[in-house]
C-alpha cells in the first residue's frame, strides 16, 4: 500500500489543523492505521491509532481530548484532527499502516509494527 499525508502548515498556537493521509494499493480496510511524528532531533513517536473498522483508537497521552483520529474505509483515507494546538506538537507528521496482528497491548506504539509509512507533512506551530 501507498501513503500520501497531508496537511501540514503552519498555525498558531490554540488553532487546529487536519491532516489527512491517502492509500493506495492493497484493501485498505485490512490495515490499523497510525500517527506519528518526530521533532527535530528526537525520536518518532506515536500519537495515534485506529482498527480495522474505525471503532477503537488510542492515544498518546499528551494529545488525548485534543487530537482524534478517523477513517473513511470508503474514501481510503485517514484523517487527524488536531485542535489546540501547541508548539509542542510541531513535528513532521507521518501515516502508517500495520497489517501486523497484535501481539500485546502496546503494539501499536511501535513503529516497528507499521509495515508501510508516508513520506510525512510537517507541522508547525508557533507561540
Known amino acids: 500500500v501507498q501513503l500520501q499525508a497531508s496537511g501540514g502548515g503552519l498555525v498558531q498556537a490554540g488553532g487546529s489543523l487536519r491532516l489527512s493521509c491517502a492509500a493506495s494499493?492493497?484493501?485498505?480496510?485490512?490495515?490499523?492505521m497510525g500517527w506519528f511524528r518526530q521533532a527535530p532531533g528526537m525520536e518518532r513517536e506515536f500519537v495515534a491509532v485506529v482498527s480495522r473498522d474505525g471503532g477503537t483508537t488510542y492515544y498518546i497521552d499528551s494529545v488525548k481530548g485534543r487530537f482524534t483520529i478517523s477513517r473513511d474505509n470508503a474514501k481510503n483515507l485517514v484523517y487527524l484532527q488536531m485542535n489546540s494546538l501547541k508548539p509542542e506538537d510541531t513535528a513532521v507528521y507521518y501515516c502508517?499502516?500495520?497489517?501486523?496482528?497484535?501481539?500485546?497491548?502496546?503494539?501499536?506504539?511501535?513503529?516497528?509494527?507499521?509495515?508501510?509509512w508516508g513520506q510525512g507533512t510537517e507541522v508547525t506551530v508557533s507561540s
Open positions: 502508517a499502516a500495520s497489517s501486523f496482528s497484535p501481539v500485546d497491548s502496546t503494539w501499536y506504539r511501535r513503529a516497528a509494527n507499521y509495515n508501510y
Open positions: 494499493g492493497r484493501t485498505f480496510s485490512g490495515y490499523r
